[in-house]
């Protein structure tokens, strides 16, 4: 059995309905988490309408165990606690127009920045042909030659 299979922990932390971190906590620290987040349990229904709230979403198996709506100091104190389980996305790299020599955090700036020039506001220039260009599987992506940025 894998890691990855061994711990299916979940806790998902959702603020101002802007944005999520998930964490993987062990099972031991999971469960002392729902003991102490216990009697702030609400409803799911009730908490999609709430706006401005600090939302812990616990789930087991991607089976919901609960959803808590807690103040600010808790949340950034439980936040703290589960810095060393956080489950971090790809990080993304950045990317160089050759032709400008303008560089872009990632590869979706990189598009806006290829439709604003274009005009092209209704089709949004896809960030996953950039990409493909800076890795070598395409010559040019919308008129531009790209490549990965290494510092």
């Known amino acids: 059995m894998t890691d990855l299979t061994k711990?299916?922990?979940?806790?998902t932390f959702k603020q101002d309905n802007c944005g999520s971190e998930t964490y993987r906590p062990d099972a031991e620290l999971f469960y002392s988490l729902q003991k102490e987040l216990e009697p702030y349990r609400v409803q799911y229904a009730r908490c999609k309408k709430i706006k401005g709230r600090f939302i812990i979403v616990l789930k087991q198996e991607d089976i919901k165990m609960g959803t808590y709506k807690v103040s600010a100091q808790r949340f950034t104190k439980l936040k703290e606690k589960l810095?060393?389980?956080?489950?971090?996305?790809?990080?993304?790299?950045?990317?160089?127009?050759?032709?400008?020599?303008?560089?872009?955090?990632?590869?979706?700036?990189?598009?806006?920045?290829?439709?604003?020039?274009?005009?092209?506001y209704f089709n949004v220039c896809s960030p996953d042909l950039i990409k493909q260009c800076c890795r070598g599987k395409q010559k040019t992506s919308y008129g531009y030659h790209w490549e990965f940025v290494t510092e």
């Open 7 to 11: 711990n299916r922990n979940t806790a």
């Open 83 to 120: 810095q060393p389980y956080r489950s971090l996305p790809a990080q993304s790299k950045k990317v160089r127009c050759v032709e400008t020599g303008q560089i872009f955090e990632n590869a979706k700036h990189a598009s806006r920045w290829v439709s604003y020039i274009r005009e092209n």
